[in-house]
């Protein structure tokens, strides 16, 4: 089987030890008080679940903290920073823990928001805004460029475009992406209308309506003036009308299928180059 990419970017796999026991004890484990870590201040996550939290929590009771938090030493506080491990240390502290196991390390202003925003995007998924507001401060804070994003969190460039674009919704519809009113595919969507009106007005009936995500398409076709395509009259046998569905329905995207006498052509359509990049890897895995 290959290894799995962890996705960590260049020398950061050091800094973050395998779970695995013998590993982290060459690396050295001490524990320190609990209230001597202060948080990260580049924590990307904002939010986190309360009974994730008190699941946790009465893991560490039973078990106590298994994988040691990463810190860094924080000299003029005479403590320490977190690095990774917030739920953790939330979870610790729930757990009335008086001392945790931590593993310290020296890091870069940069690697401390590499390390949290990778190690929440691997174990905890942040939330999309989440995700982009930590893409976003890698690429102000540090100048890095989107393909140098992706590299280090394990992603294509596109995708780290993309989830930044979300960023420029109005405040109304980063609010209902937040809340789970709608999905990251309807924000998505929403990115085509031309106007922050015009974004919003199609979030109510899409709230009102109940849409999904490609019943959204449509509707944000039709706000923007394109007609819908003319019904095909197909002169496939049923066989063939068969294996143009299953392919539909293998590779997440539309479909055509011609046929003559003399051959035909099999037509895949993609919407994005996200699409255009799933749809390669669907057609060239092993």
Same mark, same amino acid.
């Given at each position: 089987?290959?290894?799995?990419?962890?996705?960590?970017?260049?020398?950061?796999?050091?800094?973050?030890?395998?779970?695995?026991?013998?590993?982290?004890?060459?690396?050295?484990?001490?524990?320190?008080?609990?209230?001597?870590?202060?948080?990260?201040?580049?924590?990307?996550?904002?939010?986190?679940?309360?009974?994730?939290?008190?699941?946790?929590?009465?893991?560490?009771?039973?078990?106590?903290?298994?994988?040691?938090?990463?810190?860094?030493?924080?000299?003029?506080?005479?403590?320490?920073?977190?690095?990774?491990?917030?739920?953790?240390?939330?979870?610790?502290?729930?757990?009335?823990?008086?001392?945790?196991?931590?593993?310290?390390?020296?890091?870069?202003?940069?690697?401390?928001?590499?390390?949290?925003?990778?190690?929440?995007?691997?174990?905890?998924?942040?939330?999309?805004?989440?995700?982009?507001?930590?893409?976003?401060?890698?690429?102000?804070?540090?100048?890095?460029?989107?393909?140098?994003?992706?590299?280090?969190?394990?992603?294509?460039?596109?995708?780290?475009?993309?989830?930044?674009? #979300?960023?420029?919704?109005? !405040?109304?519809? =980063?609010? @209902?992406?937040?809340?789970?009113? %709608?999905?990251? /595919?309807?924000?998505?969507?929403? #990115?085509?209308?031309?106007? !922050?009106?015009? =974004?919003? @007005?199609?979030?109510?009936?899409? %709230?009102?309506? /109940?849409?999904?995500?490609?019943?959204?398409?449509?509707?944000?076709?039709?706000?923007?003036?394109?007609?819908?395509?003319?019904?095909?009259?197909?002169?496939?046998?049923?066989?063939?009308?068969?294996?143009?569905?299953?392919?539909?329905?293998?590779?997440?995207?539309?479909?055509?299928?011609?046929?003559?006498?003399?051959?035909?052509?099999?037509?895949?359509?993609?919407?994005?180059?996200?699409?255009?990049?799933?749809?390669?890897?669907?057609?060239?895995?092993?």
């Amino acid at each position: 089987m290959a290894k799995r990419r962890s996705g960590l970017g260049k020398g950061l796999e050091a800094l973050i030890p395998s779970t695995h026991s013998d590993t982290i004890h060459e690396q050295g484990v001490r524990t320190v008080p609990i209230e001597a870590i202060i948080p990260n201040p580049h924590q990307p996550r904002i939010d986190f679940h309360e009974f994730e939290l008190q699941e946790l929590a009465q893991s560490i009771m039973e078990h106590g903290v298994l994988q040691p938090l990463i810190v860094t030493e924080d000299a003029k506080n005479k403590g320490f920073t977190l690095i990774a491990g917030e739920r953790r240390l939330q979870a610790a502290k729930i757990a009335k823990l008086s001392r945790v196991p931590v593993i310290v390390r020296e890091v870069s202003e940069q690697e401390r928001l590499e390390i949290a925003l990778i190690e929440n995007v691997q174990r905890a998924d942040l939330s999309p805004l989440e995700k982009a507001e930590a893409y976003k401060q890698l690429s102000d804070e540090f100048n890095l460029t989107h393909e140098q994003i992706g590299t280090r969190v394990g992603i294509s460039r596109v995708a780290v475009t993309n989830t930044l674009r #979300l960023l420029n919704l109005p !405040a109304k519809i =980063q609010d @209902a992406l937040s809340n789970g009113l %709608i999905s990251e /595919g309807h924000a998505r969507v929403l #990115l085509s209308l031309p106007s !922050a009106q015009a =974004q919003v @007005a199609a979030l109510k009936a899409i %709230i009102d309506r /109940g849409l999904n995500v490609r019943q959204t398409e449509e509707l944000v076709k039709k706000l923007v003036g394109v007609k819908p395509p003319k019904k095909r009259k197909s002169n496939l046998s049923p066989e063939l009308l068969a294996i143009e569905e299953q392919l539909r329905s293998r590779l997440g995207t539309k479909v055509r299928i011609t046929h003559g006498a003399r051959g035909g052509t099999i037509t895949l359509h993609y919407y994005s180059d996200e699409e255009f990049e799933h749809l390669l890897r669907q057609i060239m895995k092993d």
